[in-house]
């Protein structure tokens, strides 16, 4: 039997331990404060940092919304950056990608406060968690990586194959499953858009972590039985309905799921642990920044 993993449900289940966290924060007179920061008019950036704000309000975290013409000077959002960093009631922040494409991604990430950078993309964030020390992991490899621990699926000893090599997911990932530390310890391969015979690769592998941007590019032909099979893909492809679009997964799921041992479905598997583990940086940024003690989950 398929086992569906259900990411509303994994991500509920943490939200309400965060909970306790900001009542923690609370009783210490500190709310969170996250601030995000739109620069483009693409609907999907625009869908997921609405959502973002939304789970920000649900769990008592102060969302802080800023949104900047798509064609003003890069300096624009610079200035916000440096803004936002002074700013005592904004513990994080999150600017999200991509940004167009006459605003240096690099200056942005360095730009950004490290102990605000919820998102964990600057170096010096990214360089502590190639090292073992993460401060903040990176929201989506992170929430695959509690997925697979509350599904009490041991990655110690794995062979573990990502799809995709992006800086927001693929590399950070593969980090976190080469770590001598729980959720890590995986033989790991990361296969990219010129890697050749990718089905060879997948195949040999017991945990496969679609991250590539392809809609449906793996499918059942290329896993194995019993393979564990997480879809990061979050693609628009054109359809016969009202919005002219649905949502599909890195993963052909109808023929992944008659091999997979698990698997998680497009929408609601990795999606809401992505926003999950945005509010647990953001409760974790506000703890270290305001020196209270919470017990993160
Ligand atoms: N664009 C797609 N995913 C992300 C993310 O996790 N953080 C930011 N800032 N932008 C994104």
């Known amino acids: 039997m398929t086992e569906i993993i259900d990411g509303n449900e994994v991500g509920d289940a943490i939200r309400s331990e965060l909970d306790g966290c900001v009542d923690t924060l609370a009783d210490a007179g500190v709310r ?64 999200q990608m991509p940004v167009p494409d006459h605003v240096d991604k690099w ?71 080469i770590q001598k530390a729980p959720g890590g310890n995986a033989t790991t391969t990361i296969c990219h858009s010129r890697t050749d015979d990718l089905g060879e690769k997948t195949r040999q592998a017991d945990l496969v972590i679609a991250a590539a941007g392809y809609p449906e590019l793996v499918d059942g032909s290329m896993i194995s039985e019993g393979t564990v099979v997480i879809d990061v893909g979050v693609n628009r492809v054109e359809a016969d309905n009202e919005k002219g679009y649905e949502l599909v997964g890195d993963v052909e799921f109808e023929s992944a799921k008659e091999k997979a041992g698990h698997i998680t479905p497009v929408p609601g598997g990795v999606g809401p642990m992505t926003i999950t583990m945005l509010l647990y940086n953001t409760v974790k940024a506000a703890s270290l920044q305001e020196d209270v003690d919470v017990e993160l989950p």
């Open 107 to 177: 200056t942005v990430l360095n730009r950004i406060d490290p102990i605000k950078d919820v998102d964990g993309f600057h170096p010096q964030n990214v360089g502590s968690l190639v090292a073992g020390h993460a401060r903040y992991k990176p929201c989506t490899p992170h929430g695959v990586q509690k997925l697979l621990e509350y599904e009490g699926i041991d990655t110690e000893g794995k062979d573990a194959v990502v799809v995709g090599r992006s800086d927001i997911v693929g590399k950070p990932m593969a980090n976190l499953l």
């Open 32 to 95: 969170p404060g996250l601030a995000t920061v739109l620069m483009t008019t693409d609907g999907a950036s625009e869908t997921y940092v609405s959502m973002k704000q939304k789970a920000c309000d649900e769990i008592g975290i102060e969302g802080i919304h800023e949104e900047i013409d798509p064609d003003a000077p890069a300096e624009r959002l610079f200035d916000k950056i440096d803004e936002l960093n002074e700013d005592p009631d904004v513990h994080g922040i999150l600017v």
